[in-house]
């Protein structure tokens, strides 16, 4: 994944909030999910990450348009309260972002 200020490309950040018994069915379910979708149009990269404390998964992806995040949206993710992988959150914070800043030190 590329993180940039250039171009147009979105980030969507979308926060679970979870027990930590059920952190691991949610990320077995995002894996499982993502299977069905990760040759969108548009899509860039994705990328999981877990809390150490057990109490949240983020789900990190990059779009090439928000008109590429929309169409994969209506098309492929099921409602929140469905079978889909956020069944098994408390709670589901999903927002498109763009880059602001970024900072990388030299060679890396």
Known sequence: MLISRDGNLVALINVFETQPEQQQELIDRWLS????GKEAPGLIGVALHRSKDGTR???????????????FRKEHLRPIDGPGPAAS????????????????????
């Open 57 to 71: 998964v983020i789900n990190y992806a990059q779009w090439r348009s928000e008109a590429d995040f929309d169409h």
């Open 33 to 36: 999910y993502f299977e069905q």
């Open 89 to 108: 959150a408390s709670r589901v914070d999903p927002h498109l972002y763009e880059v602001v800043y970024h900072y990388e030190t030299a060679g890396s």
